[in-house]
């Protein structure tokens, strides 16, 4: 009777862990086709590594633009907008730790006048309006669509994925605005009552000196600006520990872009910057679509305002990293990419349901 019941537990044994390898198998065989999948050129990009230089009409003529594919899956899609404006994809290399893990295909991309792409000499190609045609023309060569198609603008890209939205939103599956308020007069208000006054008064007042005389140009300007400001609310970190992506961006930085349409630093909005009086707050209503806001405890934008957004579209959730600043992705990175993946996969897979 024993050697019975222990012929019958060995049995039993035997066929569990049969079955758990099989299921170990069938788990390691999906992983991989997944993996083989993400990885997978699309045709025509395989030489070049998924960079394509895409045709752009303006008023001015058509330009080329620097695009580069990383990942493969058919229903998730992330065209990364990025600041500035005039600075370049390099501030979101930092994507590549988390999302081909996560089996997210995404596109890095240089809007025209950053470094990458052509970088023509008329002011009046820095637009907004005519950057939201740029977008799409660049969705319409990548063939991204509304059943895959997620749009991630982070300050100055958050602009212009507000912009893009209120037009061009029937092409979206998702919207994610990181690190942007809906309104630059709100802005410089934050800046000017809330930030500027945690400076050091002796700093804050040098500052203001060479502001009054809109000597911006002058090294010992930025100099304070970068070592004051930038490290609390840009990148809470000391200059010389930035990271190497953060560095190169800088100094590929366009400024004929960056000073045309924001001005001479993230100081606030000055002289007669072309968004200076830009704000869409009344429209936020119209998006429809899916929408993440991510905002930042100090950040140069008021982290509120950026929670009131995901309030004011129709579709929308927030996410707080609460020890980050302008560049979250950097300075409060597991929080940050936890939060923007989560957003990603629930719309994916229709688990989303705004807050």
Not at 116 to 128: G, N, T
Not at 223 to 238: A, K, S
Not at 276 to 287: A, P, Q, Y
Request: hydrophobic letters at 35%; a negative charge.
């Amino acid at each position: 009777m024993k050697t019975k019941i222990l012929f019958l537990s060995i049995f039993t044994l035997l066929c569990f862990n049969c079955k758990d390898q099989h299921s170990q198998a069938n788990d390691t065989d999906s992983q991989s086709t997944v993996a083989e999948t993400y990885l997978q050129p699309q045709t025509g990009d395989q030489f070049l590594g998924g960079i394509q230089m895409i045709p752009i009409t303006t008023p001015k003529g058509e330009f080329k633009v620097w695009t580069k594919r990383v990942g493969n899956n058919p229903t998730i899609k992330v065209l990364l907008l990025h600041g500035g404006p005039g600075m370049t994809h390099e501030i979101y290399e930092c994507f590549d730790g988390y999302f081909p893990q996560e089996n997210i295909e995404y596109y890095y991309y240089d809007q025209l006048g950053s470094y990458y792409s052509d970088q023509p000499k008329d002011l009046s190609l820095w637009d907004l309006d005519r950057f939201v045609e740029e977008v799409e023309q660049v969705r319409v060569a990548l063939g991204l669509n509304k059943d895959n198609f997620y749009l991630y603008g982070q300050s100055w890209g958050g602009i212009l994925g507000m912009q893009y939205a209120l037009k061009y939103q029937a092409n979206l599956k998702g919207l994610i605005i990181s690190n942007m308020v809906a309104s630059i007069p709100e802005y410089q208000d934050y800046s000017d009552k809330v930030l500027a006054p945690k400076l050091d008064p002796e700093v804050l007042k040098e500052i203001m000196s060479y502001e009054d005389q809109e000597d911006y140009t002058n090294p010992r300007y930025m100099e304070l600006i970068v070592n004051n400001y930038y490290t609390e609310h840009v990148i809470r970190m000391p200059v010389d520990e930035w990271p190497e992506p953060i560095n190169r961006a800088f100094k590929h930085l366009n400024p004929d872009v960056y000073v045309t349409m924001q001005g001479p630093s993230e100081f606030g909005i000055k002289g007669d910057a072309t968004l200076k009086h830009w704000d869409v707050k009344d429209r936020l209503k119209e998006i429809t679509v899916p929408t993440l806001t991510i905002g930042a405890t100090h950040d140069t934008m008021d982290p509120e305002h950026m929670e009131w957004i995901s309030e004011e579209v129709q579709n929308g959730d927030f996410l707080l990293c609460p020890n980050g600043s302008h560049l979250s992705q950097f300075d409060d990175q597991k929080v940050f990419f936890a939060g923007l993946i989560d957003f990603i996969k629930a719309v994916d897979d229709g688990t989303f349901n705004a807050e």
